[in-house]
């Protein structure tokens, strides 16, 4: 099992950046697929990005695409989201997820039922 922890969610003004933290614990992190996903108000979850074990491999949601920057740190157990030119949709409680990467493709992790582990989740507040 995985422990997921999250940080660096808050209040940003449209068109503004954020970077997001997931520190994992519990098991070889170098073996786990990593990936973030999103709830917003009145929303289902929905997949934002992923990234391979290797991190040589990233996959986003079209939404997100040319504004978000997935990335790992293997030796620090850690995964990133760098979220850029920030609108209010973007507003949600986001989570990391993590499972072991059995596929060698990426995007084909882009289900909730992919990933067996999450995080608390962090809240990102958009403001107009």
């Known amino acids: 099992q995985v422990q997921l922890v999250e940080s660096g969610g808050g209040l940003v003004q449209a068109g503004g950046s954020l970077r997001l933290s997931c520190a994992a614990s519990?098991?070889?992190?170098?073996?786990?697929?990593m990936g973030w996903f999103r709830q917003g108000p009145g929303n289902q979850r929905e997949y934002v990005a992923a990234i391979s074990a290797s991190g040589g491999a990233t996959d986003y949601a079209d939404s997100v695409k040319g504004r978000f920057t997935i990335s790992r740190d293997n030796a620090k157990n850690t995964v990133y989201l760098q979220m850029n030119s920030l609108k209010a949709e973007d507003t949600a409680v986001y989570y990391c997820a993590a499972t072991p990467q059995y596929r060698s493709l990426i995007s084909s992790y882009t289900r909730e039922r992919d990933f067996g582990s999450w995080g608390q989740g962090t809240q990102v507040t958009v403001s107009t």
């Open positions: 519990g098991r070889t992190f170098g073996s786990l697929a």
